[in-house]
């Protein structure tokens, strides 16, 4: 049984910076493409960032700059590091890891509040 956790979230001033973690458990991580996602209120989820299993990070450009994701499979965990936070950042975040293994499966955490505001 996959397991997928998130931490991290808060309350953030607009300029400030947060790291959100994940933890992957029940499985072997290092072979899972690990994404992070956001949806805030009214709008449909979006991908922030991806790292594959070979450690090749990916970010979306209009967040390029400020989010960085990255992995340490020995601790079964992703990171997103995110820096110049703004009002339009505020969202639910969410760690989806992706297994290609057996076809494609898909495991999702109950996601992580981040609000930016002043």
């Known amino acids: 049984q996959v397991q997928v956790v998130e931490s991290g979230g808060g309350l953030v001033q607009p300029g400030g910076s947060l790291r959100l973690s994940c933890i992957v458990s029940g499985s072997i991580f290092s072979t899972y493409v690990a994404s992070w996602y956001r949806q805030a209120p009214g709008k449909q989820r979006e991908l922030v960032a991806a790292i594959g299993s070979g450690g090749i990070p990916s970010v979306v450009n209009s967040m390029k700059g400020r989010f960085t994701i990255s992995r340490i499979n020995a601790n079964n965990t992703v990171y997103l590091q995110m820096s110049s936070l703004q009002p339009a950042d505020t969202a639910v975040y969410y760690c989806?890891?992706?297994?290609?293994?057996?076809?494609?499966?898909?495991?999702w955490g109950q996601g992580t509040q981040v609000t930016v505001s002043s």
């Open positions: 989806n890891a992706r297994t290609f293994s057996g076809g494609v499966q898909n495991y």
